[in-house]
């Protein structure tokens, strides 16, 4: 059995061997984050695939829609997911055909789809959106009504905002759903002086009680900038190794204890070897979807992170 040090300078050597890069979400396991290039959350990360040159292989540390975003941005490139069940069960919440009916019941609505959907339904779509320009996104469409796919939650939050009507999809992300206000609340009284930072996919009376809601890449800009030295996240907790390391003088607690995305966590040290060593698993697009989803995302990158 190797020792997880001689996993890591393997997996530099077949990193160099293969011009690999290694690409890595917030949510990431600590072991998987500290052997990445780059670490981020969905828009950082589809950015990055967009304007990598210098690399010939993407090795995707996320779920499924995250590296076919990646292979829909880098076409002329080798996109691996180090496990091919690392899905993402909100992504399958709305189907392409779903949206296309949906659309039919609204017409003249442009759709903004959430990036967490399948490259299928982003071919659907009018533009993407991601937790962190939601709001921006929905505000650059055309009319007063919008329909947003797949997550109600984010939904509501965006719609907090803007004065478009938005018809949200029945969707939502089992890990932050499950965050619930006794949760938050009991963290609450444990650390009374913490401030309450939440991600948009949380339910609407957890963004209620929060000081701040922010996608996991505004949370590590804002562990860096606050002058708090305790905080409580609302999201899942993969992120707090990132906080803790960065911010070694501060304390960060879960909101809930074991909000975890079981899909995130199949990920670790000993796959992402064994995909650099086989070559696995490769993301591929059908070249209709890609270029019809890419012209969606293409429109949100254009678009850039707003406020919320
Ligand atoms: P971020 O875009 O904030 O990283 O959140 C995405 C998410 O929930 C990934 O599953
Ligand atoms: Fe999907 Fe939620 Fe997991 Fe993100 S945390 S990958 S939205 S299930």
Known sequence: MMK??????????????????????????????????????????????????????????????????????????????????AGCPMADMITSSELIEWKKRYPGRRAVCYVNTTAEVKAECDVCCTSSNALKVVDSVDGDEVLFAPDKNLAAYVARFTEKKIIPWDGYCYVHHRILLRHLKEKKRLYPKAEVWAHPECRPEVIDLSDKVLSTGKMIIEARKTEKKEIIVATE?????????????????????????????????????????????????????SQKARGAIEKMIKIKGGKR
């Not at 589809?46 to 829909?72: L, N, W, Y």
């Not at 995305?261 to 979807?289: D, F, G, H, Q």
């Open 237 to 289: 907790t993969g992120i707090i190794y990132r906080m803790k390391k960065e911010n070694p003088d501060k304390s960060f607690y879960p909101a809930k204890d074991m909000a975890l995305c079981a899909n995130m966590k199949k990920i670790n040290l000993r796959k992402v070897l064994r995909s650099l060593e086989e070559m696995i698993y490769k993301i591929e697009v059908p070249y209709e979807i």
């Open 4 to 85: 997880e040090e001689e996993i890591v300078d393997r997996i530099r050597e077949l990193k160099e061997k293969r011009k690999a890069i290694i690409l890595a979400h917030n949510y990431q396991i600590g072991e998987v984050q500290d052997v990445a290039d780059f670490v981020g959350d969905s828009l950082q990360l589809s950015q990055k695939a967009a304007q990598i040159r210098e690399a010939e292989v993407i090795v995707f540390c996320g779920v499924h829609f995250m590296a076919e975003t990646a292979a829909i941005l880098s076409p002329n490139k080798t996109i691996l997911i180090p496990d091919i069940k």
